[in-house]
C-alpha cells in the first residue's frame, strides 16, 4: 500500500478505506477507483485533500451514484472520497425553517424528516432513496417541482465545502438574505465535484401543503398547451406545483399494457399534460380547481380533463408520468434532458421528428417532461446501439440556433462534454476554466469532468 | 486631455465622455471621478474596458446611484462609465414570459412593460425610478415582495457581461433550466461591479396577479407574529407575498402627525403586521383571506386586525410600512439592513435595545422589516452624528454568534466594509480575493470596494 493510502487509512481509520476485495464487491458504475475513502468529518475530508493535494493525487467525489453523465466515472488511478459516513441530519430549526444536514444524506431521508417536522423539503426526484443530497447540489439536481419551489440552488441557504487544498470554506447561514460580498456557494452549486466537495448544507424547508389536487388534461395543439400553462399559473394563484407534458406517443406507451397505468384519457390527443396544484386548504383548493378547470374547458382550450378524486388516483396519475422505464421495450434506447424556450419549443419538437424520420424510417422518439420550465426528455430508438453519436448530433442540432440546452437537469459530466459547446461560448468555457484553475490548480478534484 | 481620455471619446462619441464643466454640473454622490464615460453599446464598453485595463486604468461603474453603501464611491484618479445610454428593452417574448433589456433601464420601465404586457415583474424597491436595473443586479436587490419572488437573482434568466479586459461573455439563455458547467452569471450578481460590468439581461416575467388583498394586523408576542407568519404561509397556498413587521415604536411613528398615515389598527400592541397576498381570482382570494385571519383571530394569535376594503386603503396600507422618511425627526439617524434567523430575531433585538439604553438613555430605536425574509431595517439616534462607527459596533454585536449578516440587502460598498469580517470568515474574504484577483487581476473594476 503507498504511503498516501496508508495516510488516508490514518485519516478516516480501517473502516474509512476501502481497497481489494471489499472494493471489488462493490458495485460501482462507470470503472474502479484506487480505493475509496470513507471520511466520517468535515475535518477528515479536509485532512483527505490536504494530503491528495500535496500528492497530486487525483480524487473523484462519490454521492450516491445515481447521476445520468458518468460524472462520478474513476479508474484505478484515482481515489474515490465517498461521503456515505457522513449521513446525519444536524438540525431542524422550526421557527427559521432550515434542515441542517451533512452531505451524505439521502434525499428521501431529507424529505421524511421534514415532514416528520410538519414542514416539507420540496426537491424531489425519482433517485431520491439513494441520491444524497451533497450528490444533488454537484448536479444542481431538478425534479418534478421546479416550476413552484426551484431547484436545488433555490432550496440552499448555507454550505459548507472543503476546497481542493484542504480549506474549509464554512458558510453555514439560515438566513435568506445576505448580501455580505460574493455569494460563494453559487460557485459550487452545478459544478460537479470540480471544484470543491460539499460536506454540509444549511437546506430552506417550506410549509407542509395541506392539499394537492390532480388532474389529467387532453390538448389538441401547443398553443393551447402554452395558453392551459398561463391561465393555471395565473389563476390557480401561486399553488402550480407542476405541469408535466407528455406528447402522444408517450403518453400511449405508458397507458398501454404491458405498462401498468390505466389511460385516464382517451387515446388520440396530440398532448397530455399532468397538473398539480399545493395548497393550504382542501375545500377551497379544490373548488377552485375545478373551476379554473372548467371555465378553460367551457373556453375551449382544454380538449379533455380528469380531475383526480383520491389519493389513490393521484399517486396513479404521478405514476403514469413517472413510468419512464416502459421505453426499455424500444431498446436499444437513448436519453435526452434538453431545455428549449417555451416558444421554440413545438417547432424544435416537430423539427427534431421530421429529421429522424428522414434518416430513420422506423424510429422511436418519445417526448415529454417538465414544460412548465422549459425542460424535455427525450427517448429516441433507432434500432441500433451503434448510432449513439449520429442520433445525439440529430437531437442537439436543433438547440444552439434556438438558445436551448444540451442538459437542463442532469449536467455535464464525461457524457455531454462532447456537446457542451453547443450551449456555452468559447468565452463561458474560458473563464469556466479560469475558475477550475483559480479553485483547483492542482486539478486534483474530479479531472476530466465539465472540462477537459 | 490624455491620450486615454482621447480614446474612449473615440469609443463613444463626443456626447459619450463628459468632463470639465458638464461633469461639474452633475450631481454626484460620493466623490467627482476624472470623467464619464457613456458608451451606447456592448462594444464600446467592451473597448472601453479593454483599453483601460491596458492602462492600468481603474473604472467605477454607474447604474442609477442610489445604492445606500458607497459602492459608486469614485476619486479624480478614477473613470465612470455610466450605462445610462444603454437603456433600451430590446425584447418581450410573451410565451417564454421573458424580458430582454440593457442595464441601464430604470427598474421602474421593466416593470411598466412588464404590466403593459400583462405579465409581472416582482422585484420592487423604493428607488425603483432611478435605479437601474444594472445596479439592482450589482447589488442583488431585494425589495418587499422576496418572500414570494425572491431577490434580484431570482429574476434573471440571462444575462451578458464585460469583464475587466473587454472579454464580453454572453449568456442571454431564456430557459430556466441550464446545468452546463459553472452557472456563471451567480458570481456577477451582488458583486458591487467588482468582477464585471453587466450589460444586456434576460428577465424572468411572472403571471400578473389578479388580485390583492391586504390588511393590518397586531399581535402581542414575537411567538404570535411568527405562528401568523407559519399560518398564513401555509395556509394562503403560495399567495402570500409580503409579510412585513413594524415594532411599536415605528409603527406608532409612521401613525401619529406629522406622517400623514392614519393608524388602521389602536396603538399600543407590541407588533403590527402587513399582510398582501397576490392571486388569481378576486372573489374566492378574498374569502380565502378573510377565512383564515378569522380563525387566527379566534385562536387569539392575531390581537387585532383591519382588512383594505379599496385600492385605496390598500395604498394607505404600503404608505404607512414605507414612510420611512420620518426617522428623520430624529436626526441625526444611522440606518440599518441586517438578518438574523427568525428564531433568534426576539433576543436579538431585546438584547440590542438594552445596549441602547444602557449606554445612551436618550435613544431612538425604530424597527421594521421583511420578517418573512428575516431581515431588518433598524434606525437608530442617540442625538450625536459623530457616534456613528460606536452606534454600528452595538447594532453589529449581536449578529455574528446569532448567524446573522450586517447587509441583508444594501450591500457592502465601502461603508459596511469594517464590518464585512463579522459576517463572513477569513476562508470566504480568502476566496473572494482569489476570484477576483482571477477576474481582474489589474485590479481595475471598482477598486476598494467589498475588499480592500
Redesign the interface.
Known sequence: MSALLKELGEISGEAGLVTGEALAERLIPHGQPMAIVRPESTEAVSATLAACNAAGQTVVPYGGLTGLVEATAANPTEIALSLERMNQIEEI?I????MTVQAGVPLQLVQEAAEAAGLMFPLDIGARGSATIGGNVA??A?GNR?I?Y??M??QILGMEVV?ADG??????????????????K??F???EGT?GIVTRLVLRLR?????QQMAFLAANSFNEV?DIL?RL???????LSAFEVLWQDYYQLVTTPPAAGKPPLAAGYAYYILVEA????EV??S??FL??LSEAMEDGVIADGAIAQSQGERDAMWAIRDDVGQVRQFRPVFSFDI?????QMDSYVTELKQSLNDRWAHNQCMVFG?LG???LHIVVGVGDKSLKAEVESVVYAGLPAR??????????GIQ?KPY?SM???S??????R??K???DPNQILNPGK??S
Open positions: 430549526d421557527a427559521s425553517r432550515t448536479t444542481n431538478g421546479v413552484r426551484g431547484m440552488r433555490d476546497l480549506t474549509v470554506l464554512s458558510s453555514l447561514n439560515k438566513i435568506i438574505k445576505n448580501n455580505t460580498g460574493y455569494d460563494l453559487q460557485l452549486i452545478g459544478s471544484l410549509p407542509m401543503p395541506v392539499s402554452t398561463n399559473d395565473g389563476k390557480l394563484g401561486g399553488s399545493l395548497g393550504g386548504d377551497a383548493d373548488e377552485r373551476t379554473v431545455s428549449v424556450p417555451l416558444n417538465h420550465d422549459g425542460n438558445g436551448g440546452s444540451v442538459s437542463a437537469e442532469h449536467g455535464i455531454k457542451l450551449s456555452r461560448s468565452e463561458e468555457l474560458a473563464l469556466m479560469t475558475l484553475q483559480a479553485l465539465i472540462l
